[in-house]
Each structure stands twice: as C-alpha cells, then as structure tokens.
C-alpha cells in the first residue's frame, strides 16, 4: 500500500492488499473524497487511526432487482406507519449514524472532520441522505454518495427503532433507478436484503458504465 502525501492522486486499485487497503494518509477534502469516489476508492477508519483508503475485492453490492423484502417487512411498509425523506436533514443523518453503537467497534470511523467532509460533498449535490421520521421524529436513515453515475455508494445507517434503517433503505431504492447499490463491504444485515459479493473488476465496470 502507498502512503498519502498533500499531492491529489492515488495509486491504481490493483495495488490494494489482500483485505482491500490501497493507501494510507492524505486528507479529507472534497477534491480527494471526489476523486477516491470515482476511482472506486472509499476511507475507513477509527478514530485513532490514520486516514485508511480502501478498494476490496471483492465488492459487496446490491442489484436493485434483486433487493429481497421479506414478508414482515413488506406489512411494516404497507402499514405506512412512518414517514421517509430524502435530503431533509443530512447533518443530523450523519451525527446520528456517527453516535450508534456498534458490535465490534470501540469507537466509530465517521469523525468530526468527516461530518464536516460529507457535510461540505452535501452541499454540492454529491452526498444525500435519506431520513426515516415516526411523529416528526427522526428514528432511523441513512447516507451515501451520488456521483450521478447511477451508483450510490451507501456509507453508513443508522436506527432508533426497530427496522426504521430497513425501511429508509428499502423505499430509497424501490423509488430510485440506480443500476447499483454500493454497499462496500460484508454485512450480514445487507446480505439479507439481497446484497452480494461481486469482482472488484466487475464493480468496476458497472460503475465506471
């Protein structure tokens, strides 16, 4: 893996190690979150670590027409107890999935400098937030990147209630025409939604269609 300097550029995704880490260091900003984006690239880290740049392989997605809702869920959709919108409140989407608990994770990767980061891709079209609401109150949603190129790149979700996250995710898709969903990396949670594993190769080439 290479090491980031202040010089905008990263090195070619076949590089990545074996666990799918293609380079460490650079920064947040919006022209290198842009340019990671459209490589194929995404950072992750903890808190205490340095800025961690992966490309996996494979990569974990999600089809649309393959998205399984399962028969519980659908009732929990027909019942339209609660209330989904897209782009109402991104910053709070992001503070909230940075404040979740979860298993396996001492702290969370999504930092004060990376609200602020995706605050700012917000604020130029490029990160969007879809928000899950019970009684004007926000309960479940989630965020991610659209590059226009009919991926969205899914980065974080978070819930309050019991499957209000599933509700956001699966009525964003079901009411978008995105030929892909990014999921990154394994999730038990997004296998049972239908996400799968793919090539990174194969990513690739969907994505840069």
Known sequence: MKFLTEDLWFPDVSEASEEGILAIGGDLSVARLLLAYRSGIFPWFESDEPILWWSP?????????????????????????????????????????????????????????????????HKLGYAKSVEVWENNELIGGLYGID?????????????????????????????????????????????????EEISRDQFLSVFKH
């Not at 709070?92 to 891709?121: F, H, P």
């Not at 969205?152 to 499957?163: D, L, V, Y």
Request: proline share 2%; net charge positive; glycine share 6%.
């Open 57 to 121: 392989d494979p990569r974990f997605v999600l089809f649309p027409n393959k998205l399984k809702v399962s028969k519980s869920m659908r009732q929990v959709l027909r019942n339209k107890d609660y209330e989904v919108t897209v782009n109402k409140a991104f910053n709070d989407v992001i503070s909230a999935c940075a404040e979740a608990k979860r298993s396996g994770q001492q702290g969370t990767w999504i930092t004060t400098s990376m609200i602020d980061a995706y605050n700012e891709l």
């Open 147 to 195: 590059l226009g190129n009919g991926v969205f790149t899914g980065e974080s979700m978070f819930s309050k209630k019991s499957n209000a996250s599933k509700v956001g995710f699966i009525s964003f898709i079901q009411n978008t025409d995105y030929s892909l969903i990014d999921c990154q990396v394994y999730t038990n949670h997004l296998k049972s939604l239908g996400a």
